[in-house]
């Protein structure tokens, strides 16, 4: 089993719509939890990272931990064209799922 | 603005020729990694630098070598190229050891062995 896993999509939404994008990981010793997006031809970057359980919030992004059921979500509200990208998971920082290709349609 | 460099961003190579992948970074940065990207894989560790000239493997390190002679520097040595490391390679560092350090990527190199 992967320690991060992730649905890879792609996942095509139409402009304004509400995304979720969720992770599991297996080891409940992991603390920190983050999100990095990759557009096409780039390296990831760090777009948010959380600290054990419950929400954070940036704009139109929120991070979400449920430490009880390991699971790890991103959601976008209001998305647009230009959040089309990967999206990858990480818990602890040497770790990462496989992303999730977001396409957001105008 | 923090910068990570990686000196070719497209290489194409022959099966059992050598190659070197070069990275350098801005941010006097302690740590710093190789990973390769594959499709439905996501990002692997290599190898990866807490200190010049000091080396650890990560997940995947077979067929490959590092060298890090100077802080800045990190690179990525395939002694004799294969096929299957056809991949795009990304380099990181990271200020932090810990659980909570941020990564910075640079743009990758997209390598295809022939």
């Known amino acids: 089993q992967k320690e991060v896993e992730q649905d890879p999509g792609p996942l095509s939404v139409p402009e304004g719509a509400i995304v979720s994008l969720n992770c599991t990981y297996s080891?409940?010793?992991?603390?920190?939890f983050m999100w990095y997006r990759q557009y096409s031809r780039k390296g990831p970057e760090l777009l948010m990272y959380?600290?054990?359980?419950g929400n954070k919030e940036d704009g139109r992004f929120t991070a979400q931990v449920d430490k009880s059921s390991k699971y790890i979500s991103l959601f976008i509200r209001d998305s647009q064209p230009s959040d089309s990208a990967t999206y990858l998971c990480?818990?602890?920082?040497?770790?990462f799922g496989s992303g999730t290709r977001l396409l957001v349609r105008p | 603005d923090v910068k990570v460099t990686q000196s070719s961003r497209y290489l194409v190579k022959r099966t059992g020729e050598k190659v070197f992948l070069e990275c350098v970074q801005d941010?006097?940065?302690?740590?710093m990694f190789w990973y390769r990207q594959d499709p439905g894989l996501g990002l692997r560790l290599i190898y990866f630098?807490?200190?010049?000239?000091?080396?650890e493997k990560g997940d995947i390190p077979e067929g490959y070598s590092v060298s890090r002679e100077k802080k800045e520097r990190f690179s990525l040595i395939l002694e004799s190229a294969s096929t299957n490391q056809t991949s795009m390679y990304l380099c990181?560092?990271?200020?932090?050891?810990?659980?909570?350090?941020?990564?910075?990527f640079g743009e990758g190199s997209r390598l295809t062995v022939l």
């Open positions: 990181a560092s990271s200020r932090w050891t810990g659980e909570a350090g941020e990564l910075f």
């Open positions: 080891n409940s010793a992991f603390q920190y």
């Open positions: 959380t600290y054990s359980s």
């Open positions: 990480s818990s602890y920082k040497l770790i």
């Open positions: 941010m006097d940065h302690e740590n």
């Open positions: 630098s807490y200190d010049v000239k000091m080396k």
